[in-house]
T-cell receptor, first 113, second 113 residues
């Protein structure tokens, strides 16, 4: 069966520091991968998605970037965090086949101080 | 522009009740609709996925229906239990050629003993 791992679970970082969140999927090949952010009291916002190694689509221009160095690995990064980057970050995957369900990791709670 | 609404925002019921959670969308031309459950501080768990050609899907005590023409989906929970307490979100995939789901803001359900 497929599983998705996301770490760390929680992170407290000062303003201006770098960020690296990692997500890996096991048990499948060539998944579509996604990074979402869920801010308090707001809905889910799609940040980035990827349909293959090195292929990244950005939905929202901002202080973050994403990379996909391997087929089942997705990384969310920032060179300098802002206070507004605080939130709950969720990685997700789906099979390439159209109509497949979306599956989420357990998320990372990021607090920028 | 597709918008997804979930009403009520919060619901509190005694154990054993049968529940209906509502999800409305403004554009009936959807590809599929997915229901999720989110426990506090956790990621989203996929519950049911309904393709646009389907009317309903069932899993255990959960039944989700889809009425595209009226822009509505309902999640029916039979014989609710305290363990069903969570936030329930629906998400619409607008078309085959988009990877971007549009999420509702959720219904927070509390089932008390």
């Amino acid at each position: 069966s497929q599983t998705i791992h996301q770490w760390p679970a929680t992170l407290v970082q000062p303003v201006g520091s770098p960020l690296s969140l990692e997500c890996t999927v096991e048990g499948t090949s060539n998944p579509n991968l996604y990074w979402y952010r869920q801010a308090a009291g707001r809905g889910l916002q799609l940040l980035f998605y990827s349909v293959g190694i090195g292929q990244i689509s950005s939905e929202v221009p901002q202080n973050l970037s994403a990379s996909r160095p391997q087929d089942r690995q997705f990384i969310l990064s920032s060179k300098k965090l802002l206070l507004s980057d605080s939130g709950f970050y969720l990685c997700a995957w789906t099979l390439r086949a159209s109509g497949s369900p979306l599956h989420f990791g357990n998320g990372t709670r990021l607090t920028v101080t | 522009k597709q918008e997804v609404t979930q009403i009520p925002a919060a619901l509190s019921v005694p154990e054993g009740e049968n529940l209906v959670l509502n999800c409305s969308f403004t554009d009936s031309a959807i590809y599929n609709l997915q229901w999720f459950r989110q426990d506090p501080g956790k990621g989203l768990t996929s519950l049911l996925l309904i393709q646009s050609s389907q009317r309903e899907q069932t899993s255990g005590r959960l039944n989700a229906s889809l009425d595209k023409s009226s822009g509505r989906s309902t999640l029916y929970i039979a014989a609710s239990q305290p363990g069903d307490s969570a936030t329930y979100l629906c998400a619409v995939r607008p078309s085959y050629n988009t990877d971007k789901l549009i999420f509702g803001t959720g219904t927070r359900l509390q089932v008390f003993p």
